[in-house]
């Protein structure tokens, strides 16, 4: 028989408050054991108590819910892995905010603007394209799961992207997107000339156009897993003057975008930060 504590005692068990408890199972990370169908009280079965304080300590590291919720299932090696693999990360995008501290106290100091920094940046042509393409608002704790639900409807749906820059799917920033603020956002998803029509009938909720032809500069950056938003910043900045010295004209927002491993799941897509110039 399963044995079942109270929430309070339950939340005494596992170091966490009733009220984080509460938002655990309603993201689904860890539900009651059993609620009372007249009061809603939740009861919690003792054997929960692992992943409560694996949650807990996730969360003292600043780990988002959404990526505990696919780690809790794993065996503890491959969480091991999970975990080893985000921290690095993160550590990643502490030494980008160390750096961009500096660039903006530099900056605000009198002294250069220019940014020290190893972003290798090029230039490439893109064709013009037709593009399936969802706008939304959206703050920073939601981009993630906007940006798989997005990817996911074409998955689901046997759409495969197309190959190169030109067939990668893409996020536009036209706004910023952080705790305060919500974009807007825009995801595009390539599609064949030919297939555009058809495509767009199977996606009635998606919106068809047109991307003309442009020149792009980009830097490339690796897993997007791994793309914070302070070494996005840092690398805008490289990638802004980068345009500055060539005597560019930015055009649009910055994107992201997306290549291999965008419908086929496995380790994710690598991703380059873009912008249009002219």
Same mark, same amino acid.
């Given at each position: 028989?399963?044995?079942?504590?109270?929430?309070?005692?339950?939340?005494?068990?596992?170091?966490?408050?009733?009220?984080?408890?509460?938002?655990?199972?309603?993201?689904?990370?860890?539900?009651?054991?059993?609620?009372?169908?007249?009061?809603?009280?939740?009861?919690?079965?003792?054997?929960?108590?692992?992943?409560?304080?694996?949650?807990?300590a996730l969360r003292q590291l600043g780990m988002p819910l959404a990526l505990i919720g696919p780690i809790l299932p794993l065996e503890d090696a491959e969480r091991a892995g999970r975990i080893s693999e985000w921290w690095s990360g993160v550590q990643v995008e502490n030494a980008a905010r160390q750096q961009l501290a500096g660039l903006l106290v530099d900056r605000l100091s009198g002294g250069g603007s220019v940014v020290e920094s190893m972003v290798e940046v090029a230039l490439r042509e893109l064709p013009a394209r037709k593009?399936?393409?969802?706008?939304?608002?959206?703050? !920073?704790? &939601?981009?993630? %799961?906007? +940006?798989?639900? =997005?990817?996911?409807?074409?998955? *689901?749906?046997?759409? !495969?992207? &197309?190959?190169? %820059?030109? +067939?990668?799917? =893409?996020?536009?920033?036209?706004? *910023?997107?952080?705790?305060?603020?919500?974009?807007?956002?825009?995801?595009?998803?390539?599609?064949?000339?030919?297939?555009?029509?058809?495509?767009?009938?199977?996606?009635?909720?998606l919106t068809l156009r047109t991307d003309p032809a442009h020149q792009e500069a980009y830097t490339h950056q690796g897993p997007a897993a791994q793309l914070g938003a302070a070494r996005a910043a840092l690398a805008g900045e490289r990638l802004l003057a980068w345009v500055r010295e060539q005597h560019l004209r930015p055009v649009g927002g910055f994107r992201v975008m997306y290549l291999g491993g965008a419908a086929n799941g496995g380790s994710g897509p690598d991703c380059d930060l873009v912008v249009p110039v002219r």
């Open positions: 028989m399963v044995e079942l504590v109270s929430i309070g005692e339950f939340a005494r068990l596992a170091c966490l408050s009733p009220k984080a408890l509460r938002l655990y199972d309603q993201s689904g990370l860890l539900p009651a054991a059993r609620i009372d169908v007249t009061s809603g009280y939740r009861w919690y079965a003792v054997g929960q108590l692992e992943a409560a304080r694996l949650i807990a593009l399936l393409c969802q706008m939304q608002h959206v703050h !920073r704790d &939601g981009l993630m %799961a906007v +940006g798989k639900e =997005f990817i996911g409807t074409f998955r *689901e749906a046997g759409v !495969r992207p &197309g190959s190169g %820059a030109a +067939g990668a799917p =893409f996020v536009i920033y036209y706004g *910023e997107v952080n705790q305060d603020s919500d974009g807007p956002i825009e995801w595009c998803w390539p599609v064949p000339e030919e297939q555009a029509q058809e495509l767009a009938a199977r996606f009635p909720g």
